[in-house]
């Protein structure tokens, strides 16, 4: 069945980059997300890549995709305290449906 | 937009008591999920409803747990009865899976209900 894979734990000084990465089984993935659990909160989409790309930019984030490896990771760039939070990488091959998620990174930014 | 609403957020009970979890979807939406999460065990997605039927249920622990989702804006989650080992946080989220509109084929989560079964 489909698996999702991340490093449990993560930390970084504040103003250097994170790297989270993710590693998943299902190859018919179509669809790759990064969720942001803050403390007491529900999950929230920070990005998605679709499987026909390699990269995403948004701002201080950039997704790389490396779909022969099924190797997905996020780029933090100028890490700042108000990142620290879980981070959960998905995978979907149905849209808007049959989400797998792995188990989270937690992310702590030290200053 | 209000997002996902849950209720409640914080519940207390104790063993052996029934608890109806509640959750009101995006309006619009067409699918929704209840997960659950541990430190123990992670995210765990329990059952999802499309178009208000339910089409997996096979992350349901057990007997002891039903899910139902009467129309397009309201689903529950029941526990009866409920056991220590239920203590978690739940969660409802909800998505579009169909059109290419702004958001569609994203899960929208709500804030979640933290369950203390003592």
């Known amino acids: 069945g489909e698996d999702v894979e991340q490093s449990l734990f993560l930390s970084v000084r504040e103003g250097d980059s994170s790297v989270i990465n993710c590693t998943y089984t299902d190859s018919s993935s179509t669809y790759l997300y990064w969720y942001k659990q803050e403390p007491g909160a529900g999950l929230q989409l920070l990005t998605y890549?679709?499987?026909?790309?390699d990269m995403k930019q948004d701002q201080r984030l950039t997704v790389l995709l490396n779909k022969k490896d099924k190797h997905l990771s996020l780029r933090i760039a100028d890490t700042q305290t108000g990142d620290s939070a879980i981070y959960f990488c998905?995978?979907?091959?149905?849209?808007?449906?049959?989400?797998?998620f792995g188990p989270g990174t937690r992310l702590s930014v030290l200053p | 937009d209000a997002g996902v609403i849950q209720s409640p957020r914080h519940e207390v009970t104790e063993m052996g008591q029934e608890v109806t979890l509640r959750c009101k979807p995006i309006s619009g939406h067409n699918s929704l999920f209840w997960y659950r999460q541990t430190m123990m065990r992670g995210l765990e997605l329990l059952i999802y409803f499309n178009n208000n039927v339910p089409i997996d249920d096979s992350g349901m622990p057990e007997d002891r747990f039903s899910a139902k989702m009467p129309n397009a804006s309201f689903s529950t989650l029941k526990i009866q009865p409920s056991e220590p080992r239920d203590s978690a946080v739940y969660f409802c989220?909800?998505?579009?899976?169909?059109?290419?509109?702004?958001?569609?084929?994203?899960?929208?989560f709500g804030e979640g209900s933290r369950l203390t079964v003592l």
């Open positions: 989220a909800s998505s579009l899976t169909s059109g290419g509109g702004r958001g569609a084929g994203e899960l929208f």
């Open positions: 890549i679709f499987s026909n790309m």
């Open positions: 998905a995978e979907s091959i149905d849209y808007g449906q049959n989400f797998v």
